[in-house]
């Protein structure tokens, strides 16, 4: 009745045991009805394309709760994807055949277990133009990734890779997107008793829309998907290198069009958000930086800063990567041709490098953000704090009895803080305040102002990351036996209420006075003047006795 993951068995194929084609099995009682009337005749089963035992299933039909698919009774099973997406593969492979028909392509579809299922991948090649489209299903590690992409680009003129979700590995994506501009990804939409594929590119920016196989076509560079044209190269094949190679071969361009060239490719990728290897560069601004040894290098890039303006502009050079995702080491001698020091060690050259992506990544970026501080260098080599460049306070001196007392009219900033600084510096800030002992330091609370207005210019990740260390330190704060009792805050419309009220309170007193004063100033009436007497009232007759 269900897998062996404890899952209902959603999927299944018809005919036979081998059969590849699969369906998903209505979940509604009335659904299921209708699909038994118009398809009597067929028998479903645990195929082995699904990685299944091969025995044949029964459609379960409920009132109470989901249809699904059933063993026979005593039949041991032990596959392990029953899920609606179980059958992918085998949906892609008929939306491939029909899309090739359709397109009079003479094309065939594949698929491959790599270790986790019959349906790790799918692959479509076009055997007379030596093309090829490799739908990845399963998370490949990026070391496999350009193993096998180099394996079978040697096989074929055009080679095209389109990741399913969660398939492709960060490194991955970043090296697709400094060669091509933007990533292939499917995804698929269940239609019935059937899953139908749908295709997008997308870059670090923007993506275009999802649309079916038959709004695709393939080329002579490739799979085109609609919005991917402009960015789109031809393919790394043999044909497709030596094509390459004899056009940029001719002419060698002259130094100042290499600057040009390249620091064009550095703000492009510094637009993207990525951080390119000095291969990609030399594919994006042009194949005869490829040949440059290391000194032609240092001083291109030392040009390209120097090109960038004014003195504060993030280094673009600080972009470069190595294939493990280190800085180079000569990215260090730039470093100190540009006056910015010389960093000691490649773990300092690492983090200063890091700084100034980020940088690059703020001013270059769509939209632009306030970049945060360059890290300074000391003169031997090591990070120092940024210096503050906040000016100075003024103290006014009030004398009291006992002597005078200075009062400040800004809150004091901590020191060793810019008056910009970035998240990294607020966060360490928070944690060693948290972490010193005595009495509460008295610029926590300038800390927190800090952190508050840097939320307003930083993106994520770096956002969430200052939030979380800031309820940390708003929490230790509170905890502290010697933390003052902070009232709430009220909001603007609380505040406005508030005021009007006691304006009307204060009103009503004035009036309230006025009248008292109004009744004190006037004689009092005699209240029985112009009354008349009561009878017997001044008689002073003495009474008769009686006798």
């Known amino acids: 009745m269900i897998g062996s993951d404890g899952r209902l068995v959603q999927t299944a194929v018809i005919g036979s045991r081998n059969s590849g084609r699969a369906i998903i099995l209505p979940t509604d009682a009335d659904e299921l009805t209708r699909w038994r009337r118009r398809h009597p005749a067929y028998t479903y089963w645990c195929g082995t394309q699904l990685g299944g035992c091969g025995n044949e299933l029964s459609d379960r039909l409920y009132r109470d709760k989901v249809c699904h698919f059933a063993h026979r009774p005593h039949t041991s099973c032990h596959r392990t994807a029953t899920g609606a997406a179980s059958a992918d593969h085998l949906f892609i492979k008929d939306d491939l055949a029909a899309w090739a028909g359709r397109n009079r392509l003479k094309g065939r579809a594949t698929s491959r277990d790599l270790g986790t299922g019959p349906g790790d991948n799918v692959d479509f090649r076009l055997g007379a133009a030596r093309q090829h489209v490799r739908f990845q299903f399963s998370k490949l590690a990026h070391a496999e990734w350009r193993q096998a992409r180099q394996r079978l680009s040697s096989d074929a003129v055009t080679l095209d890779w389109v990741f399913g979700p969660g398939a492709a590995q960060s490194e991955t994506m970043e ?71 004899r056009a940029a071969a001719p002419v060698r361009r002259s130094r100042e069009e290499q600057v040009i060239a390249l620091k064009a490719a550095l703000v492009s990728a510094a637009g993207f958000r990525t951080r390119p290897t000095w291969e990609a560069l030399a594919r994006s601004a042009g194949s005869d930086l490829l040949g440059l040894s290391v000194p032609d290098r240092v001083g291109l890039l030392v040009a390209v800063d120097q090109a960038c303006g004014s003195e504060g502009s993030p280094l673009l050079s600080a972009l470069i990567r190595t294939g493990e995702s280190e800085p180079p080491s000569y990215v260090g001698d730039v470093v100190a041709a540009v006056g910015c020091g010389v960093p000691a060690t490649a773990a300092v050259l690492k983090r200063w490098c890091q700084r100034e992506a980020d940088r690059a990544f703020a001013v270059h970026g769509v939209p632009s953000r306030t970049a945060p501080p360059r890290l300074p260098l000391t003169l031997d ?167």
Not at 183 to 197: D, K, M, N, P, S
Not at 206 to 211: I, Q
Not at 477 to 500: F, G, M
């Open 175 to 245: 090296e697709l997107y400094d060669e091509y501009g933007y990533l292939l990804r499917f995804r698929f939409e269940t239609q019935g008793a059937v899953r139908r594929i749908r295709l997008r590119a997308e870059d670090p920016r923007r993506s275009s829309d999802w649309v079916p196989l038959d709004a695709c076509a393939m080329t002579p560079a490739g799979l085109r998907v609609p919005g991917a044209e402009p960015h789109r190269r031809a393919g790394p094949g043999p044909a497709a290198e030596a094509g390459a190679r």
């Open 381 to 547: 080599g090591q990070l120092a704090a940024p210096q503050s460049a906040e000016p100075l306070q003024h103290r006014t001196i009030v004398h009291v009895k006992g002597g005078p007392v200075l009062s400040h009219t800004a809150r004091p900033k901590p020191k060793g803080l810019a008056s910009a600084p970035g998240d990294t510096e607020i966060r360490d800030a928070l944690r060693s305040a948290r972490e010193r002992r005595g009495p509460r330091p008295m610029y926590a609370g300038a800390l927190m102002t800090l952190a508050e207005e840097a939320l307003t210019r930083l993106p994520e990740p770096q956002r969430t990351q200052l939030v979380v260390e800031m309820a940390t330190t708003r929490r230790w704060l509170d905890s502290r036996p010697d933390a003052p009792v902070q009232k709430p805050k009220k909001s603007r419309r609380a505040q406005k209420i508030a005021n009007e009220k006691k304006a009307e309170a204060a009103k009503q007193s004035a009036r309230a006075k006025k009248a008292q004063q109004r009744h004190q100033g006037k004689k009092a009436k005699n209240p029985l003047q112009g009354a008349r007497p009561l009878p017997g009232a001044g008689d002073t007759r003495p009474e008769k006795k009686p006798k």
